[in-house]
T-cell receptor, first 114, second 112 residues
């Protein structure tokens, strides 16, 4: 049973396009996260959110923005896609603010920018 | 440099053998977690160990934590082909704004 759903498994976009990556969770979790994963660099946090309409920058927010209008949905936006944003994007959620619980991850979106 | 660093980067063993992976970190933590990632998929949470715990078991998994050495190990006993995956440690830092920091992972291959 799927708990965190990412809208696309594979996506190909052109340089300069505005790209939306959607993530929905059905576990009523407060916390949601966007990571990107690149070979040799591991997982790097882009943005996260502890509540509706709030967001905080992670380690690599440049070139990205996010939206959380509803508790279950956390969207990652690439304002103007560039080739260096080609990557695997992973969404995750967790309950509570204290971080004392494991994350539930989506299956990932492999984005290629050409 | 990474907060969590796994060692080795890659490990290849025969089915039935035990696999041990290590994780080192730099700053004080609330807890440390281990995740598995099958090729091209999302991560799956395996086990969480709190800073006041020294050892934890879950099925064939055994995790140890040594806060004095800032290190943790994940032991998988009686390995199976299905255990082939990448394994990541993640630290929940005391001063980390309540978010996990992931290491780069250990790629484990179980040979039949």
């Amino acid at each position: 049973d799927v708990k965190v759903t990412q809208s696309s498994r594979y996506l190909v976009k052109r340089t300069g396009e505005k790209v939306f990556l959607e993530c929905v969770q059905d576990m009523d979790h407060e916390n949601m996260f966007w990571y990107r994963q690149d070979p040799g660099l591991g997982l790097r946090l882009i943005y996260f959110s502890y509540d509706v309409k709030m967001k905080e920058k992670g380690d690599i927010p440049e070139g990205y923005s996010v939206s959380r209008e509803k508790k279950e949905r956390f969207s990652l936006i690439l304002e103007s896609a560039s080739t260096n944003q080609t990557s695997m994007y992973l969404c995750a959620s967790s309950p509570y603010r204290q971080g004392a619980y494991g994350y539930t991850f989506g299956s990932g979106t492999r984005l290629t920018v050409v | 440099s990474q907060q969590g660093e796994e060692d080795p980067q890659a490990l290849s063993i025969q089915e039935g053998e035990n696999a041990t992976m290590n994780c080192s970190y730099k700053t004080s933590i609330n807890n440390l977690q281990w995740y598995r990632q099958n090729s091209g998929r999302g991560l799956v949470h395996l086990i969480l160990i709190r800073s006041n715990e020294r050892e934890k078991h879950s099925g064939r998994l055994r995790v140890t934590l040594d806060t004095s050495k800032k290190s943790s190990s994940l032991l998988i006993t009686a390995s199976r082909a299905a255990d082939t995956a990448s394994y990541f440690c993640a630290t929940d830092l005391i001063q980390g704004a309540q978010k996990l920091v992931f290491g780069q992972g250990t790629r484990l291959t179980i040979n039949p």
